[in-house]
DNA sequence: AGGAATCTTGCAAACGTTTGCAAATTTCCC
DNA sequence: GGGAAATTTGCAAACGTTTGCAAGATTCCT
């Protein structure tokens, strides 16, 4: 066995000529074959196919590619706005990452992954576009980049974006409603007896600037009052931040909607820390239902955003534009997760 | 100004010969002129650079990797073992996986991402590697295929994997001392009083076997007890897995040591459940000091593995095998942090 | 049996770069 | 000013695949 594997392994066999030498026929007819094409005959495509087999040989994708046009990689780019927000950031657009592999792997395409500073390198997009390695992008997370992207999309079809969708802008997004999310975040907050709310996050990124505008158009509705608490969102900083906003409202606060689980988890630690008891004196609401939520003490009640669904969402309409279709952005349903918190 | 962009943008130039017509040059020359070889008059590359710019002009990629016989892209391949383990380890590798994908934009390489299922395509490794897409790979968690990787190995120098070492192997591995580690966890769990210790976790995947031993090691040496409750790691089930334990050796352990500081959290939750104290009555450890650590209550005790470091680690290294040398394995020392749990 | 219709195959030209080689140009030195 | 040396350029052949076209086999029908 081994001698002959040895024998016919002798001369590695890397390219589809090589293989049709051995299989004594042309190149041409290797690579219908190992495509699959009707245009040959049984017999030979199985031989072919096995001697592939064999010889373990793959084609080589990067050939493929250049004479096909398209690389059968999707290029998927996350924008770091200003660092700060990287690490908060990463739980959340990471989960979103995973569910992302998933689906396009299903698809039969490969993943092209690029974390750009827009701050050093105002060119990020056209260069990943221009590169030819990719088919299309998908863009995580518009950071602080709506203008550039808008432009983007003007000449360029197979773009995806996760973030929120504006009225009347240009390129096709998938996201949750931010602003319906902040809505049920600050209601559920009244009716679990809060009357003096608090909106802890920046709201400079667009998303989060929607999700305080919901939960102020359910307060002014109802008639209480909401004051913005904003954090820097720098991991090392954010703790001692809340805290300070914590004791400058000492009192005047009785529901907190967090931006973000991660920033919920934190003004959990915090209020515990300054012995205020969670519901009864403060009520407290998360955003995204991140595992973490799950494991607080007491568990969050938060807004859930189905991260399968936009992952699915994102790739199925890329698929579309990829076939030359203009699509239209989705927007999610948030849901109000009802644990301890509030 | 729009008369003149359009006029100089009119036909897009897509292609070095393109540019080079308008250039008035030879395509190799301005080829070497986006290079930045030497080999070319400082003002005809100047002229050059400067209508490459104007136009948008960049070189494909696809080409390019074809003629040079490399691609600037590494892949990195995440195998899930059994699906079960996916969801729990998410949260670690997820987090390596960023810092890799910045260390590799350092040094110039793109990333490209792949998880796999091993069980549902045996060749799931060759068949990366042998795309042609990739000029080197890194491979996150041995998961159940330490095997096909050492075959791997011998035949594919531009190879490295994060996980456990173990002595005589003969891929290169980087990754945490997970025996000393448990070693520092047990001893940790005595220092702090506890006498019956019990370990949290499958000892099936490597790594937490040779967290499992590390504590035995300690264990043994200072007289006490310990027993395994090995987890599904499923996270819908670990929950109630861990309460069932916890039940079945009521008032026998004083002692936890929690293979992943996933698992610590949702065991801090069953036990915060039933009632029994942490740390007074009952001593906790973690692994890992992933950012949850931080927000438990009371906030987890753990052993540290330095991600930035492996992840630095695994880069440099497969620089280094690029470049056609065989580089020895990587075991970094794992850190004992001291919080409120232990 | 003879030709039309259908299958299979091979040929050769792309895809867009890079690069060894040699030709053309410039610079330098005596 | 003349030739050697150095610099700058162009030419054309790769890299490994796919695919339109046409030629060569087969099959089918009358």
Partial sequence: MA???????????????????IAGVSPGT???????????????????VGLAREHGFRPNQMASGLRRQKTGVIGVVIPLGHDARQQISDSFFMTLLGYLADELTQEGYDLMLRRVVPGEDADWLDRFI?????????VIGQ????AL??????????MVVWGNHKEGQRHCVVGTDNRLGGRLAAERLIAAGARRLAFLGDTGPIEFAARFAGAEDAASRMGVSLVALPTLLSPDRASEEIAAHLAAHEGEIDGIFAATDTLAALCLAALREGGIAV?????????DDLPIARQTAPPLTTIRQDIAAGAHGLVQLLLRRLAGEETESLVLPPQLVIRQSA
């Fill in 130 to 138: 221009g590169s030819g390695m990719i088919d299309g992008v998908i």
């Fill in 149 to 158: 992207i808008e432009d983007v999309a003007d000449g360029y079809l197979p």
């Fill in 143 to 146: 950071s602080d980049q709506f």
């Fill in 279 to 287: 519901p009864e004196t403060v009520r407290l609401v998360g955003f």
């Fill in 30 to 48: 290797v690579s219908r074959a190992l495509a699959g094409k009707s245009l040959v005959n049984a017999k030979t495509r199985e031989k072919i």
């Fill in 3 to 21: 001698t002959g594997d040895d024998r016919t392994t002798r001369a590695r066999v890397r390219t589809i000529t090589d293989l049709a030498r």
